[in-house]
Antibody
Framework: EVQLVESGGDLVQPGESLRLSCGGS????????MSWVRQAPGKGLEWVGR??????????YYAAPVKGRFTISRDDSINTLYLQMNSLKTEDTAVYYC???????????WGPGTLVTVSS | QSVLTQPPSASGTPGQGVTISCSGS????????VYWYQQLPGTAPKFLIY???QRPSGVPDRFSGSKSGTSASLAISGLRSEDEGDYYC???????????FGGGTKLTVL
């Protein structure tokens, strides 16, 4: 069974940095395409970025609002995906979900999410 | 303002059917598959429909998806109270090189 668990959410001030982690199990992590998707309080889903699996070059993609501030990386040896968030803004406040992009495309599995609050 | 457009709300009575639309453009729905997600209150989203009309294992056949041109639809038949929640469409956008989600449709079962 595929399981994803995010961690690292916290209350931080604008301009600060934070790193989220996502541990995966039940699938071949190194080849998996993974994404981060966020949801601001009371709002809809917003894709943050994607990391392709190593076999596909490990390429990363980012949504425009976070490009240049957020970085996705992964440590396949410990089945963990990371989201490094720098220069955080109040509008980055959201629950951040880690997802797997399955063989049929789309976000087939989701973690329970971790809450990031950016406030002074 | 989402790239994919959904109605903010939909409703129906138990046993009825409801359809939720999702409108996009040639760079997303028009050239890529559409996916649907169900988010029940207080939970993470769940994979509901993939590749326009396919159901993952465990999703009841009351849920069906379709796509035509730059629009897609999610149909739910035989509404049940446990279907209440938010429904999102999504598609990869070739111009923006990213996943686009619709703004979500809140389904109420009256």
């Amino acid at each position: 069974e595929v399981q994803l668990v995010e961690s690292g959410g916290d209350l931080v001030q604008p301009g600060e940095s934070l790193r989220l982690s996502c541990g995966g199990s039940g699938f071949t992590f190194s080849t998996a395409w993974m994404s981060w998707v966020r949801q601001a309080p009371g709002k809809g889903l917003e894709w943050v970025g994607r990391s392709k699996g190593k076999i596909d070059g490990g390429t990363t993609y980012y949504a425009a609002p976070v490009k240049g501030r957020f970085t996705i990386s992964r440590d396949d040896s410990i089945n963990t995906l990371y989201l490094q968030m720098n220069s955080l803004k109040t509008e980055d406040t959201a629950v951040y979900y880690c997802t797997t992009e399955g063989g049929y495309g789309g976000h087939s599995h989701w973690g329970p999410g971790t809450l990031v609050t950016v406030s002074s | 303002q989402s790239v994919l457009t959904q109605p903010p709300s939909a409703s129906g009575t138990p046993g009825q059917g409801v359809t939720i639309s999702c409108s996009g453009s040639s760079s997303n729905i028009g050239s890529n598959y559409v996916y649907w997600y169900q988010q029940l209150p207080g939970t993470a989203p769940k994979f509901l429909i993939y590749r326009n009309s396919q159901r993952p294992s465990g999703v009841p056949d009351r849920f069906s998806g379709s796509k035509s041109g730059t629009s897609a639809s999610l149909a739910i038949s035989g509404l049940r109270s446990e279907d209440e929640g938010d429904y999102y469409c999504a598609a990869w956008d070739d111009s923006l090189s990213g996943w686009m989600f619709g703004g979500g449709t809140k389904l109420t079962v009256l």
